[in-house]
């Protein structure tokens, strides 16, 4: 018996190194039993660091929220969920990303009548400490049961659009970003994406009660600076009720309505807002702007001082609408960048806008691209440009200008941006251009 007692107590293969550390020990109990006891701010830097590093990122959000702030974390829950993730998109903080895109998906693909709003409102208090930005590029409607269904011939026709429209209002956002004191930007679309074959009419709805709930819920948004509502068939009405809400917005800079079917009574409800507000961009890309609503966005201009960007590509403002910005722009001392592509302009819009080349101090870039300016049209842009030092871009691409003419107005404009580049680098405080 002492042999085998001796056998024991020499055994070679054990080793002081086979037992665990007693902090090593209580980590592993702290990490197996955190959503019970999440006790992590009670514990030294280093060994926080060990329990992070191993928690699981399938723990409720509940626990995690408030409590783990270390960004390998959730890096680590982003990495899992999502293919792509560029965290320069979200002021290069993981935490952000996750609850941001994390909010999204579920705002992406909430049903109103199925899903229980819980889902979202339980969410509030884990994520509006990191949401700024939040970008919904789709909305989903109620699910229908469709009386039609036998016969569905009608299903992809405009009918169908005004189907039971008080069956097809979406989520109100009112409660959520009201809730959110840090969000900056709000992108949205109503509409659903990747429909295939299921297209309906009624599936594209942004209806007045969508509308109401929108434009009180944006007016309640204090720090909001961009708002972008594109691609939702917003028309007149609506957005003269969402024109009178943002009137004394305190904050919003940035405002883009591009894709919709805003005609000029829009267009005048959007003038008013340029001139009454603190708004720097507005795009209003491919709407149905004629003439009339042209002139009330320059009556606008004439009376902003904070305006530096309009967009206006794809509309129909016509010469009479050309010439009404250009005058606008003879005295308005705030705007730096103005695209008229696509709206039908000719001659006389180019004549007015010599005149602007030639007496305006602020612009730096125009984009007449896809307009019938013609040879003269040409000629009058070169002759305003003679002794303009302001202008670094204009874009004259199809507007039919002669090519001698094109490549004397591009040594001008390349001698004025060369000149800005070097100014910029001897002025570290210049704008990047």
């Known amino acids: 018996s002492f042999y085998t007692r001796r056998c024991i107590t020499e055994d070679p293969s054990w080793s002081l190194v086979t037992v665990p550390h007693l902090t090593e020990l209580c980590i592993q109990h702290i990490v197996h039993n955190f959503e019970k006891n999440p ?34 974390y959730w890096k680590r829950c982003c990495i899992e ?25 579920i705002l992406k693909f909430f049903i109103p009548s199925t899903t229980d709003p819980k889902e979202i409102l339980e969410l509030i208090p884990l994520c509006k400490g990191y949401v700024r930005k939040l970008e919904i590029d789709q909305f989903l409607p109620p699910v229908r049961v469709d009386e039609k269904e036998e016969s569905s011939d009608l299903a992809d026709t405009e009918e ?13 956002l009112k409660d959520l970003i009201t809730a959110l004191p840090h969000l900056e930007e709000l992108h949205l679309t109503y509409g659903v994406k990747s429909c295939g074959m299921n297209f309906e009419w009624s599936l594209f709805n942004f209806t007045e009660q969508d509308c109401f709930s929108l434009a009180a819920a944006v007016k309640m948004c204090h720090n909001l600076k961009v708002f972008k509502l594109t691609q ?46 603190r708004l720097e961009t507005l795009n209003l890309c491919n709407n149905q702007i004629h003439h009339l609503g042209a002139q009330a966005l320059a009556q606008g201009l004439s009376e902003s001082s ?40 000719s001659e006389p819009t180019a004549a007015v806008f010599s005149q602007v080349l030639a007496q305006n101090t602020t612009l730096t870039s125009i984009n007449f691209s896809c307009n019938h300016l013609g040879l003269d049209g040409g000629k009058q842009l070169l002759e305003g440009l003679e002794n303009n030092t302001t202008l670094t871009k204009l874009d004259l691409r199809h507007t039919e200008v002669e090519q001698e003419t094109d490549f004397l107005i591009h040594q ?22």
Request: aromatic share 8%; hydrophobic share 40%.
């Open 39 to 72: 006790i992590l701010n009670y514990l030294l830097p280093e060994h926080q660091r060990k329990v992070v590093d191993r928690l699981s990122t399938s723990l409720p959000l509940t626990v995690t929220a408030n409590i783990v702030s270390h960004e390998d």
């Open 160 to 172: 169908d659009a005004n189907f039971s429209e008080a069956y097809m209002h979406h989520y109100n």
């Open 412 to 433: 001008i404009v390349w001698a004025n941006w060369e000149a800005a580049r070097l100014g910029s680098l001897q002025d570290p405080t210049a704008e990047p251009l």
């Open 232 to 277: 939702s068939k917003v028309d007149d009405d609506k957005i003269k009720f969402l024109a009178r809400n943002l009137l004394d917005h305190p904050c919003l800079l940035e405002l883009d309505l591009s894709h919709n079917l805003i005609r000029d009574n829009g267009a005048q409800a959007l003038g008013k807002l340029i001139s009454h507000s």
């Open 81 to 105: 969920r999502w293919q792509v993730c560029d965290v320069s998109n979200y002021g290069d903080s993981w935490k952000r990303m996750f609850f941001e895109r994390h909010l999204e998906n």
């Open 306 to 345: 904070t305006l530096t960007s309009l967009n206006l590509r794809l509309n129909f403002v016509g010469d009479k609408g050309g010439e009404a910005i250009g005058h606008a722009l003879l005295t308005n001392t705030s705007l730096k960048s103005l695209h008229l592509g696509s709206n039908n302009l």
